[in-house]
């Protein structure tokens, strides 16, 4: 499976964004997703993930309250829904799949990974 991260962009702090996955190439419902930030100088950064049919989600400290995963399998799309957004996001976000996975936090669950997607957040 294909994975492309959308979605980012420039906003300010307090603001909000939604990012998206778009999946091709494979068959959405089978892979679990989860999102990733990597911010220059820092390691890769679970912040959330959803398992394969949707009924199931987990999310990082940093982001729980503020960031919310979904995906619509019909669409074979994921996303990210953020508020509350601070200048600490600002990051690469990426999106990466696990095959029949209960999305855990770390990035060697992950099989796939798609292109990210540059979120800024300024003060």
């Known amino acids: 499976v294909q994975l492309q991260a959308s979605g980012g962009g420039l906003v300010q702090a307090g603001g909000s964004l939604r990012l998206s996955c778009a999946a091709t190439g494979g068959t959405f419902r089978l892979y679990a997703v989860g999102w990733f930030r990597q911010a220059p100088g820092k390691e890769r950064e679970f912040l959330a993930g959803?398992?394969?049919?949707?009924?199931?989600?987990n999310y990082a400290d940093s982001v729980k309250g503020r960031f919310t995963i979904s995906r619509d399998n019909a669409k074979n799309t994921a996303y990210l829904q953020m508020n509350s957004l601070k200048p600490e996001d600002t990051a690469v976000y990426l999106c990466?799949?696990?095959?029949?996975?209960?999305?855990?936090?770390?990035?060697?669950?992950?099989?796939?990974w798609g292109q990210g997607t540059l979120v800024t957040v300024s003060s």
């Open positions: 959803i398992n394969f049919i949707g009924s199931s989600t």
């Open positions: 990466a799949a696990e095959t029949l996975g209960p999305a855990r936090p770390g990035a060697g669950n992950y099989n796939f």
